[in-house]
């Protein structure tokens, strides 16, 4: 896993992408407060619970948080996970395309 890419980038490649899932990592408070429209909430403390959610390991998943931190423990874990096709996209603070609440 490299730099974490721009999250407006990373949405417009989650969109890109066929059979691509998108996790929001933050709380379900701050999920419910806004969050990228197609995103799954998947608190980072509970980020085992994506093995029921995505199934296939090799999905391709976009994982963001708030400031890039959370989401970056989130995709390392995913990654330890089995999961091959992780990236992490940074955090709801720089995003600047719709959000649905």
Do not use: W
């Amino acid at each position: 896993m490299g730099n974490t890419m721009d999250i407006n980038e990373g949405a417009k490649l989650y969109k890109e992408t066929a059979g691509a899932v998108l996790l929001d990592v933050r709380k379900p408070d701050e999920y419910s407060e806004g969050h990228i429209p197609g995103s799954i909430n998947i608190p980072v403390q509970e980020i085992e619970k994506a093995k029921e959610a995505v199934t296939d390991l090799n999905t391709p998943v976009f994982v963001y948080c708030l400031s890039g931190v959370r989401g970056g423990k989130a995709a390392a874990a995913l990654v330890e996970m089995g999961y091959t096709n992780v990236t992490c996209i940074g955090g709801m603070k720089a995003y600047t395309g719709e959000v649905e609440k």
